[in-house]
């Protein structure tokens, strides 16, 4: 399921895993070098001989979400649920991203509900999915509907609904620097778009209420 991204990638292209013109980790970390020179450090000082080789790891790690297909993590349902059909939301799911304009922490949590119709996925995969966006450079926005469109597109429920709010790093480690400001996107398809009640709903149930 690889697709080559594309500077407009179609709507469906988040469903897939990318495929990018990878560099040699030798390049990489020569770039490292080149930025550790361009701050006004010296790349060959004890410090950071190893930081490039180091950097190349992490952003192996943080940027692993291009490696790995969110649609794959939901392939698998189930449909032994004992007629349940209502709401289920997973509350509360920490994620780390980085933002596409300056590569800095994007840190939040994400809350996501849907309403099955007829199968159920396992609460973890929901988890999966949010990670390998976020393991993705991102907008917050951008983030939070591929999120509701994925799992829409996939388990085709009656609505999905998709609540994130973070802490921009761009906005607090620069800039305006206004620490401690939050981020609240949403999202909502299906029943929760059409139906404000279902969006209240969700909403109360995220905030912890009856």
């Not at 922490?105 to 849907?114: L, N, R, S, W």
């Not at 999915?129 to 926005?141: P, S």
């Not at 951008?142 to 509701?148: D, G, N, P, R, W």
Request: aromatic share 6%.
């Amino acid at each position: 399921m690889d697709a080559v991204i594309k500077k407009l990638m179609p709507q469906s292209a988040y469903m897939e895993k990318p495929v990018t013109d990878r560099p040699s980790e030798a390049e990489v970390e020569a770039a490292v070098r080149t930025l550790l020179r361009w701050t006004g450090d010296n790349p060959d000082r004890e410090g950071l001989i190893d930081t490039p080789k180091r950097v190349a790891k992490a952003f192996r790690e943080m940027f692993g979400g291009y490696d790995m297909c969110p649609a794959e993590e939901l392939g698998r349902t189930f449909e032994e649920v004992a007629g349940y059909d209502d709401l289920v939301i997973v509350r509360d799911i920490q994620f780390h991203s980085h933002c596409e304009h300056h590569m800095v922490p994007i840190i939040g949590k994400a809350h996501v509900g849907y309403l099955p119709d007829g199968k159920v996925v396992g609460l973890s995969k929901i988890a999966r999915v949010v990670d390998i966006f976020a393991h993705r450079l991102q907008t917050q926005e951008a983030l939070t509907a591929q999120i509701a469109g994925v799992i829409q597109d996939v388990l085709n429920p009656r609505g999905v609904a998709v609540m994130i709010e973070a802490e921009h790093m761009c906005m607090a480690m620069r800039g305006i620097r206004k620490q401690g400001s939050t981020t609240l996107t949403s999202t909502f398809t299906g029943v929760f778009k059409d139906t404000p009640e279902e969006q209240v709903r969700f909403v109360t149930m995220v905030r912890g209420g009856a």
